[in-house]
């Protein structure tokens, strides 16, 4: 089976996941997204080879990463984020995140 976008190629519901969310600025444009290796992934994003929704508006700007116990648990979590109001997003990276700081190189795998 091939790897989904933004993992590293290996399957399976063992493999640690990560949900984030990346910006442009506070309160701008968001994207969530899903991965299994988030240090490589947000790499991609800032390098603007990530996804092209994220190189068009360059959301290069990690401001929420959650951590899960298997890739389909993030997987999961992703989906429901996305149907979430774009208030309820916003709450959830002021809960942790308040001044929307880029958490890259803060975040270890």
């Keep these: 089976m091939p ?8 399957e399976g ?3 640690p996941g990560w949900t984030y969310i990346m910006t442009n600025k506070p309160r701008g444009v968001l994207y969530i997204g899903v991965t299994a290796a988030l240090n490589q992934r947000v790499q991609q994003h800032r390098e603007g ?24 648990d993030a997987i999961v979590r992703e989906k429901r984020l996305k ?5 309820w997003k916003i709450a959830l990276i ?6 929307w700081r ?8």
């Design 49 to 72: 080879k990530g996804s092209s929704f994220c190189a068009r508006y360059n959301l290069t700007r990690l401001v929420l990463a959650e951590p899960h116990d298997s890739i389909d």
């Design 83 to 87: 149907e979430w109001r774009r208030a």
């Design 3 to 10: 790897a989904k976008a933004g993992t590293s190629g290996e």
């Design 102 to 109: 880029d958490l890259f190189g803060e975040v270890w795998e």
């Design 13 to 15: 519901p063992h493999l």
């Design 94 to 99: 002021e809960e942790t995140n308040p001044e």
